[in-house]
């Protein structure tokens, strides 16, 4: 294989390729980026065997052929040079691949590439497209409530369920459950439900706005998702297992509806957190309403006391307690200027939805649901 391509365009695609290389694996040809000739293209993919990445980057091809070489030095090599041209030469008998930039010359030991893992192809067929701004926005609002604990791995993916004109997201993690519901700018027949790895749909949001495209195209089949963005594929396994029936979770009915405009309440809940933070257990921030205003408090006893009060359009005394990064995660992902809690008895499920323009919000968008906590100060 010889190829020549443009260093800073070639690097900007290593990068990215780069980021579907195993850290871990004891496979040396999951720690390379498989490099394979096209039609006046150099291709780059690497997998970890969980997701894979595929790109190319324009080039001059001088000898077709195809070879594995080490992520790490290359990625090293290549970012370090100046801007200019870069010639890549394998030589299959020695098993290495020579860089070339001016003067600047590397050789690096290689892989041949017959035993890297085949990867999944894109099925024009199947595939359907929506704006990427929408999947973005409807990831970002869910990122947070998904598990890190992987002896879970049900609850470490994002349920995603594409029905006609919409696409709706769930997360849950056990102690608060996100919903997020977008309608997409196409439509197509039928229903389509997979459960994605959280982190491999960030991955998706990361490609997307580093990226100049609009749409994303997106296959899904029995055990995989494939997302295409220009020249960019991103594939993912999905996760197998059945996700909980969160419909069940949320209550029928509510007590209370209580607006809170929201950059001031989050701006409280920023201070009062200072108090609260990186303590073990959690030191819950509570809420106490009373009629027009809502005290926001942290008692720590190693840290001390916090006390704000702000306007709220409660009508009675109540009082609930929440994990305060929990609140804030949830009154973060709210996009309107007030945010509503819905709320029944202090140690039952709350729910944090936008407030709609006209006051309406009975059918969000968006729901949180998060889970209190028993305030210890309180007895």
């Known amino acids: 294989m010889k190829v020549v391509c443009n260093t800073e365009q070639f690097g900007k695609k290593l990068a990215l390729v780069s980021r579907g290389v195993s850290a871990r694996s004891t496979i040396q040809l999951l720690g390379g980026v498989l490099v394979e000739t096209g039609a006046e293209s150099v291709k780059l993919s690497a997998t970890d065997v969980d997701i894979s990445i595929r790109t190319s980057s324009p080039a001059e091809v001088e000898e077709e052929g195809r070879v594995v070489i080490p992520a790490r030095i290359f990625n090293d090599v290549v970012r370090s040079l100046p801007g200019g041209q870069l010639r890549i030469e394998h030589d299959v008998a020695s098993g290495t691949v020579r860089l070339a930039a001016g003067e600047k010359e590397y050789s690096i030991r290689a892989y041949a590439a017959d035993e890297f893992p085949q990867l999944p192809e894109f ?28 002896t879970r791995p049900v609850l470490t993916g994002i349920l995603i369920n594409f029905e006609n004109s919409k696409v709706r997201m769930v997360t849950t993690d056990s102690y608060r459950l996100s919903i997020k519901e977008t309608e997409l700018a196409t439509t197509f ?124 359009d409660s009508e009675d005394e109540f009082r609930i307690s929440f994990n305060p990064g929990y609140l804030i995660d ?13 709320l029944n008895e202090p140690l039952k499920p709350g729910l944090i939805v936008p407030n709609g323009g006209d006051g309406e919000t009975d059918d969000p968008d968006f729901l949180y649901l998060i889970m209190p906590m028993r305030d210890p100060s309180q007895g």
Request: hydrophobic share 40%.
């Open 330 to 342: 949830g009154v973060s992902a709210v996009d309107t200027e007030n945010v509503v809690f819905k």
């Open 123 to 150: 099925d024009e067929a199947r595939a359907f497209r929506m704006t990427g701004e929408a999947l973005v926005d409807t990831i970002e609002k869910v990122s947070k409530s998904y598990s890190r604990d992987e």
């Open 189 to 312: 027949e039928g229903e389509r439900t997979a459960l994605i790895p959280a982190r491999a749909m960030q991955e998706v949001q990361r490609i997307f706005t580093s990226s100049d495209e609009e749409q994303i195209e997106i296959d899904l089949s029995e055990n995989q998702a494939l997302f295409r963005i220009g020249d960019v594929t991103f594939g993912t396994r999905l996760i197998g297992g059945n996700f909980p029936e969160y419909g069940r979770l949320l209550p029928n009915a509510f007590e209370r509806k209580i607006s809170v405009n929201r950059e001031e309440l989050m701006e409280t809940l920023r201070r009062v957190n200072l108090f609260a933070q990186r303590q073990n257990p959690p030191v819950p921030v509570s809420l106490a309403f009373s009629e027009g205003e809502v005290e926001v408090m942290v008692r720590s006893p190693e840290v001390g006391e916090a006390h704000e009060k702000l306007p709220a």
